[in-house]
């Protein structure tokens, strides 16, 4: 019995030990906006508010999920989800020196999403910085189906739904 006992935990070992060294490697959410910062160029919200006034050519693409998209989104942006976003930008865009200019949450997706966007061959991406935080504490407006609205409290969400959102 003490034989099986001990060829249990020697197995067991063998399989956690692995599995918690790969762990130790997983990078934090900073981690990986530090190492993938370089070569992005920014684009902060007043920058984005004083050409949408000035009706200046560019792509705003909204790369969140459809519910965050669908509770409110910055006039005039494109919503292509992340994960789609390499093969449907050709769809609107195929100039690849078109001002594009991509925001999530609060600038991380985002961030990948330009170098993605860069690598396909789009030569002018900027990241908006800050994301939709940075635009909302502006104060700038956001849409929806029931048309302009403003933020009260970004950070208060419907605790129903917390529960079921992958990037909270």
């Known amino acids: 019995m003490k034989n099986n006992t001990t060829k249990t935990s020697l197995v067991l070992l ?19 906006y530090s190492e993938n910062i370089t070569g992005v160029s920014q684009m902060n919200p007043e920058e984005l508010k004083s050409k949408m006034d000035s009706k200046q050519k560019f792509i705003l693409i909204d790369l969140r999920t459809e519910r ?8 005039g942006s494109v919503w292509i989800p ?7 930008v050709q769809d609107i865009c195929k100039n690849s020196k078109a001002e594009i200019i991509v925001y999530c949450r609060r600038g991380g997706r985002a961030l990948l999403a330009v170098k993605s966007l ?5 030569k002018n991406v900027y990241n908006l910085e800050g994301g939709l ?6 104060e700038y407006s956001l849409y929806n189906q029931h048309g302009e609205i403003k933020v009260i409290n970004f950070e208060k969400t419907d605790p129903d739904l917390s529960s079921y959102d992958v990037f909270n």
Do not use: R
């Not at 063998?14 to 990986?32: D, G, R, W, Y």
């Not at 965050?68 to 006039?75: F, K, L, Q």
């Not at 860069?118 to 789009?122: I, P, R, T």
């Open 14 to 32: 063998l399989i956690t030990f692995p599995l918690m060294t790969f762990a130790q490697n997983i990078k934090s959410e900073q981690q990986v």
């Open 68 to 75: 965050e998209h669908d509770a409110g989104y910055i006039s």
């Open 82 to 88: 992340g994960g789609f976003l390499e093969y449907k």
């Open 118 to 122: 860069q690598q396909v061959g789009y």
């Open 133 to 138: 935080y940075a635009w909302v504490e502006k």
